[in-house]
């Protein structure tokens, strides 16, 4: 059993997508998450939005096509971006992008400030809002399974196969050729190639993205950067800051007397 | 050492002390609601708003609000403007109880309150979160040591004085280096969501623009708070104080809306301030009232010579500064399509709070050297 360490990655092909929720099911299943009572609001989504025992949810998308009503499906769970934006918003480090693709997060160092919520692009980390002391939950890539030399759970069990799993770079290779062979099913559009600095999840589509329900407007290049840009030049501030004030102060407050302790209180501390 | 305020006009005790007391009650309750129960049932925070009135008000405008403590000390220590020294005291004061609420309020909000000191000692320095827990923990510090000389002269420990007074420079510089990082990283925190904040918020320039405008809400609660206190401690105005604050204030504001406009231009938004949707105004009100009106009243010699005009201004400024963090934190993050609207108990621990600081400040006051400690100093 070799441990793996090249990049995962996971392409979803949503025109195969049947909308069976055998992936929610199983994913609940594997990660032992409960389930909590649900209202009927008229879509199909259930439950209505992923929460903190949800880690990952099909959603149900209403669109017109000639006049006629059309279902489709989308699988929606963590990205694990190559440069996730909820590690470097962390202050305690409880994210580790691994590097075999999973990001994963440690419980017991959260502080709670949800940082990370707000950070992430896609509004994947959720919050036990019911608990005392609670934690955020998000998909884990099922990164025990992929250490262990398998496939994730929802993988696994995708009945029509519209998910498949296997090192980055092959199925990035895979999601082209499918494109190129047949232009007139997909748009040309990989999601998650390129957003956010590119992600382990993929998705190819019929329909154009911004009508699945996916999230549009989110930057190409890796977020953690954004920050970063601010962050790395605390130094020189600092340093800059210290030498101007100071000679700033020393300059305006020369032959006052206010600005140091005389020599002779000096010499009474000693 | 002589006391200039008179004790008899300070009891502690009054109706507005008994007011704050009960505020302050309200908000022990809602604390004690809040850490019994979780996060959940004592908010109205969801995973499609995970920041509520905590995270905006508390610590967003707390941490500004609280900026008249560095741009004092700057003016005084650094720049040697000696017309400023009666002020000092009062706005270290403020903005050391100040950052007492903020770390207060840091506390109530996170989710595992007791492992607040995580930061700490788990470092992720890329995080600016992990900067803005250190810096707010150290500037606390440094407000605790500026502010020290007060419980000193009380209690005459005249060597611990002169030897604390050695520290004065380097502490002030220190004071003013860790207030430019956090004050400027609480806009830092916003860079990170380019998909998120409408485009009139969203700028590469939004932690210079939170650094400037704190330097010019700190003046403006500089002002506010020296009419109001001469008001409630039935002292006499520093009208010539004031009347230079406010001229900064308007100095400040000017630069910010520059800044503000040109970022703008440079990015191609100007238009989206006047297309009359719900974001445009916002920002409209928010530059409107929150910048451009206090600027011009404060260009006006008269209205910078009455003290109700200062005060009108000040007020202005405050709510406009509020109005931003506001905006940055709720109002224009796009497409959450989810209203939020605090409860009583989030409301009970903010306003406990601010309940809490104006009556440490009054104790403060009427127990230590606070006012003109210029005065009895020389």
Same mark, same amino acid.
């Given at each position: 059993?070799?441990?793996?360490?090249?990049?995962?990655?996971a392409l979803?092909?949503?025109?195969k997508?049947i909308?069976?929720?055998?992936?929610?099911?199983?994913c609940?299943?594997w990660?032992?998450r409960?389930?909590?009572?649900t209202?009927?609001?008229?879509n199909?989504?259930s439950?209505?939005?992923?929460?903190? @025992?949800?880690?990952t949810l099909?959603k149900?998308?209403e669109n017109?096509?000639?006049?006629d009503?059309t279902?489709?499906?989308i699988?929606?769970q963590?990205m694990?971006?190559?440069?996730?934006a909820?590690a470097?918003?962390c202050?305690?480090?409880?994210?580790t992008?691994?590097p075999?693709?999973?990001?994963t997060?440690?419980?017991?160092?959260?502080?709670?400030?949800?940082?990370?919520?707000?950070?992430?692009?896609?509004?994947i980390p959720?919050y036990e809002?019911?608990?005392k002391y609670?934690?955020?939950q998000?998909?884990?890539f099922?990164a025990?399974?992929? &250490?262990?030399?398998?496939?994730?759970a929802?993988v696994?069990t995708?009945?029509p196969?519209?998910?498949?799993f296997g090192d980055?770079?092959?199925?990035?290779?895979?999601a082209e050729r499918?494109?190129? @062979?047949?232009?007139?099913?997909?748009?040309n559009?990989?999601y998650g190639?390129?957003e956010a600095?590119?992600t382990a999840?993929?998705?190819?589509s019929?329909?154009p993205?911004d009508k699945?329900g996916?999230?549009?407007?989110?930057?190409?290049?890796?977020?953690?950067?954004l920050t970063?840009?601010?962050?790395?030049?605390?130094?020189y501030? +600092?340093g800059g800051?210290a030498?101007?004030?100071?000679a700033?102060?020393f300059?305006?407050?020369r032959g006052?007397s206010?600005?140091a302790v005389?020599?002779?209180?000096?010499?009474?501390?000693? | 050492?002589?006391d200039?305020?008179n004790k008899?006009d300070?009891s502690?005790f009054s109706?507005?002390?008994?007011?704050?007391? &009960?505020?302050?009650?309200?908000g022990?309750?809602s604390?004690?609601?809040?850490?019994?129960y979780?996060l959940?049932p004592?908010t109205n925070?969801?995973?499609?708003?995970?920041?509520g009135?905590w995270?905006?008000?508390?610590v967003?405008c707390g941490?500004?609000?609280?900026?008249g403590?560095f741009t004092?000390t &700057?003016a005084v220590?650094i720049f040697?403007m000696k017309k400023?020294k009666?002020?000092?005291?009062?706005?270290?004061?403020t903005?050391?109880?100040g950052y007492?609420m903020?770390?207060?309020?840091l506390?109530?909000?996170?989710g595992q309150p007791t492992?607040?000191?995580?930061? #700490?000692v788990?470092?992720?320095?890329r995080?600016v979160?992990f900067? +803005?827990v250190?810096c707010?923990?150290?500037?606390?510090?440094?407000?605790?040591?500026?502010?020290?000389?007060?419980f000193?002269?009380?209690?005459k420990l005249n060597l611990?004085?002169?030897?604390?007074?050695?520290f004065?420079?380097p502490?002030?510089i220190?004071?003013?280096?860790?207030?430019? #990082?956090?004050?400027?990283?609480?806009?830092?925190?916003?860079l990170i969501?380019?998909?998120k904040?409408?485009?009139?918020?969203y700028?590469?320039?939004?932690?210079?623009m939170f650094?400037?405008?704190?330097?010019?809400?700190?003046?403006?609660m500089?002002?506010?708070e020296?009419? +109001?206190?001469?008001?409630?401690?039935?002292?006499d105005y520093?009208?010539?104080i004031?009347?230079?604050v406010?001229?900064?204030?308007?100095?400040t504001?000017?630069v910010y809306l520059i800044?503000?406009v040109?970022?703008?231009?440079?990015?191609g938004? #100007?238009p989206?301030a006047?297309?009359?949707?719900?974001?445009?105004?916002?920002f409209?009100a928010?530059?409107?009232?929150?910048?451009?009106?206090?600027?011009v009243?404060?260009?006006i010699?008269?209205v910078? @010579?009455?003290?109700?005009?200062?005060?009108?201004?000040?007020?202005l400024?405050?709510?406009?500064?509020i109005m931003?963090?506001?905006?940055?934190?709720?109002? &224009?993050? #796009?497409?959450s399509?989810?209203?939020?609207?605090p409860t009583?108990?989030?409301i009970g621990?903010?306003l406990g709070?601010?309940?809490?600081?104006?009556?440490?400040?009054?104790l403060?006051?009427?127990?230590l050297p606070?006012?003109?400690?210029?005065?009895a100093e020389h």
């Amino acid at each position: 059993m070799a441990t793996i360490t090249k990049p995962q990655g996971a392409l979803v092909d949503l025109t195969k997508c049947i909308g069976c929720r055998g992936c929610q099911v199983t994913c609940k299943s594997w990660n032992q998450r409960s389930t909590k009572k649900t209202q009927m609001t008229g879509n199909f989504t259930s439950p209505g939005d992923m929460n903190s @025992e949800t880690y990952t949810l099909v959603k149900f998308i209403e669109n017109d096509k000639d006049a006629d009503v059309t279902w489709d499906f989308i699988k929606v769970q963590c990205m694990h971006c190559k440069n996730p934006a909820c590690a470097s918003a962390c202050p305690v480090g409880a994210f580790t992008k691994t590097p075999a693709g999973p990001v994963t997060y440690e419980p017991e160092k959260c502080i709670g400030c949800r940082y990370c919520m707000m950070a992430c692009p896609f509004q994947i980390p959720k919050y036990e809002w019911d608990k005392k002391y609670p934690v955020v939950q998000k998909c884990t890539f099922c990164a025990e399974r992929i &250490a262990d030399g398998m496939e994730p759970a929802c993988v696994k069990t995708c009945p029509p196969n519209a998910i498949i799993f296997g090192d980055h770079d092959k199925i990035l290779a895979e999601a082209e050729r499918r494109i190129k @062979e047949h232009p007139e099913k997909y748009v040309n559009h990989i999601y998650g190639k390129e957003e956010a600095g590119g992600t382990a999840w993929m998705y190819l589509s019929s329909v154009p993205f911004d009508k699945m329900g996916f999230k549009a407007g989110i930057p190409k290049g890796p977020l953690p950067d954004l920050t970063w840009a601010s962050l790395s030049k605390i130094p020189y501030a +600092v340093g800059g800051l210290a030498v101007i004030l100071s000679a700033i102060a020393f300059i305006r407050n020369r032959g006052n007397s206010d600005s140091a302790v005389p020599p002779d209180e000096k010499g009474k501390e000693g | 050492m002589s006391d200039t305020t008179n004790k008899k006009d300070l009891s502690v005790f009054s109706i507005g002390t008994l007011i704050l007391l &009960a505020v302050i009650a309200y908000g022990v309750y809602s604390a004690y609601y809040r850490f019994s129960y979780g996060l959940g049932p004592s908010t109205n925070l969801s995973d499609s708003v995970p920041w509520g009135i905590w995270i905006a008000f508390d610590v967003l405008c707390g941490v500004a609000l609280a900026a008249g403590g560095f741009t004092i000390t &700057a003016a005084v220590y650094i720049f040697n403007m000696k017309k400023y020294k009666p002020i000092a005291r009062p706005a270290i004061l403020t903005a050391f109880i100040g950052y007492l609420m903020v770390v207060v309020g840091l506390v109530v909000d996170i989710g595992q309150p007791t492992r607040f000191w995580h930061p #700490l000692v788990m470092w992720q320095h890329r995080s600016v979160m992990f900067e +803005v827990v250190w810096c707010i923990t150290l500037y606390s510090i440094v407000l605790g040591l500026e502010f020290a000389p007060a419980f000193l002269e009380k209690l005459k420990l005249n060597l611990l004085l002169k030897f604390l007074k050695f520290f004065t420079f380097p502490l002030v510089i220190l004071g003013i280096i860790l207030s430019f #990082l956090h004050q400027s990283s609480l806009g830092a925190f916003f860079l990170i969501m380019p998909g998120k904040l409408h485009p009139l918020w969203y700028s590469k320039l939004m932690p210079q623009m939170f650094y400037i405008s704190a330097i010019a809400v700190g003046l403006a609660m500089v002002c506010f708070e020296s009419i +109001v206190s001469a008001w409630a401690f039935k002292r006499d105005y520093e009208t010539d104080i004031i009347r230079g604050v406010g001229k900064g204030t308007a100095i400040t504001l000017l630069v910010y809306l520059i800044v503000k406009v040109a970022d703008l231009g440079m990015r191609g938004a #100007l238009p989206l301030a006047f297309d009359g949707g719900t974001a445009s105004k916002l920002f409209l009100a928010e530059v409107g009232l929150g910048v451009v009106a206090p600027m011009v009243l404060l260009a006006i010699r008269g209205v910078r @010579e009455s003290v109700s005009g200062v005060l009108g201004a000040s007020v202005l400024v405050i709510g406009g500064v509020i109005m931003n963090r506001f905006n940055t934190n709720f109002f &224009a993050q #796009l497409g959450s399509g989810v209203s939020y609207f605090p409860t009583s108990k989030e409301i009970g621990i903010t306003l406990g709070l601010i309940a809490l600081g104006v009556f440490l400040y009054r104790l403060a006051v009427v127990f230590l050297p606070v006012l003109h400690e210029a005065k009895a100093e020389h």
